[in-house]
């Protein structure tokens, strides 16, 4: 039996806690905002990539098969938290803040930034060193030495220079590279989740559903003002605020100036949290209810099924 290559980078067991009624057959709304198109999909059938896991020398599902354990734990976590309708049981949030710092490092686009910087930065690397031609004739004895380059292989340095001068080439970072960095940058983001005060939202008596996205793990200014160059955010910095949807009846806010507790929302409320679900995504976003409302920047509410009319019209108008 051949082995999944579909790799989720947003957990299933969490995806579910989006639909109406948490189980593996049950759907979630699904809008595109890369294909302005919305559709119904199964949990298993979004949020992932095709061997995002596969790390070469290992079977296909060999990460995939590690993580299990980890998710099936976040799994009854995820469950416990909303029977209880509290983040009071500290062994079930601390599972589930290993997730939120597991989704917030290890993302599709994380990766492609990463490369891109890696990619940078070695090219840079190869601009130094093919400089002069005795700092290239000394770095190529030194490759012969450890082996890197068989002792007859010739490289000229109008070979090597013109090779990077030309930079009609790639760098490709390995799939255990990636993963070996967000797993050195977990904990650090992990540390700095478990030292904020957390605030859970919970939807009021109709006051519709909590939306997730593919990037459901959002920072923001405490303040409400707008990143910048001079006032970055980031997990460690003070004066911002992490939010992340729990599930279609909580979202929990996390803030380390701020103080704890419950707040349950009226439908305008949970609208503009959505909202802020929404510009945060990445590709697609899930509710469990076509009816479930948003609004961007404090502006009218509107329904899930609308986001596509409304792209299109925001597209338009660029």
């Known amino acids: 039996m051949s082995e999944a290559r579909a790799h989720h980078f947003i957990s299933q067991c969490y995806l579910r806690g989006f639909t109406l009624n948490g189980s593996k057959k049950s759907k979630l709304c699904v809008v595109s905002l ?9 949990p298993d059938g979004v949020a ?14 060999a990460v995939e098969s590690a993580l299990s354990g980890f998710e099936g734990v976040v799994d009854s976590a995820l469950k416990q938290i909303r029977q209880d309708r509290s983040l009071a049981n500290t062994e079930a949030w601390n599972h589930v803040l290993n997730l939120v710092a597991l989704f917030a490092v290890r993302h599709p686009l994380q990766r492609e930034q990463t490369s891109l910087y890696l990619e940078r930065m070695m090219k840079m690397i190869l601009d130094l060193i093919t400089a002069t031609p005795d700092r290239w004739n000394a770095h190529l004895q030194r490759a012969r030495a450890s082996g890197a380059v068989e002792a007859g292989a010739e490289i000229t340095y109008e070979q090597a220079r013109d090779f990077v001068k030309r930079d009609e080439f790639t760098i490709d970072v390995p799939t255990a590279r990636h993963i070996g960095l967000e797993f050195s940058v977990h904990d650090a983001v992990l540390q700095t989740l478990a030292n904020r005060r957390w605030r859970l939202l919970l939807a009021g008596p109709d006051a519709g559903s909590f939306v997730t996205s593919d990037r459901p793990v959002l920072l923001g200014h405490s303040d409400g003002s707008e990143p910048s160059l001079r006032r970055p955010l980031g997990h460690g910095l003070s004066g911002t605020s992490v939010f992340f949807p729990i599930n279609r009846e909580m979202m929990a806010v996390g803030t380390f100036e701020g103080e704890g507790g419950t707040q349950e929302l009226t439908p305008r409320g949970v609208a503009l949290y959505n ?33 596509p009319d409304l792209v299109r019209a925001l597209k338009k108008a660029r």
């Open 48 to 61: 992932h990539r095709r061997d995002f896991n596969r790390v070469e020398g290992l079977s296909a599902g």
């Open 275 to 307: 909202g802020l679900t929404l510009w945060n995504a990445h590709r697609e976003v899930y509710g469990p209810d076509w009816r479930s409302l948003f609004s961007l920047n404090g502006g009218k509410i509107a329904t899930l099924k609308e986001l």
């Open 34 to 42: 890369a294909e302005v198109k919305s559709f119904e999909s199964k």
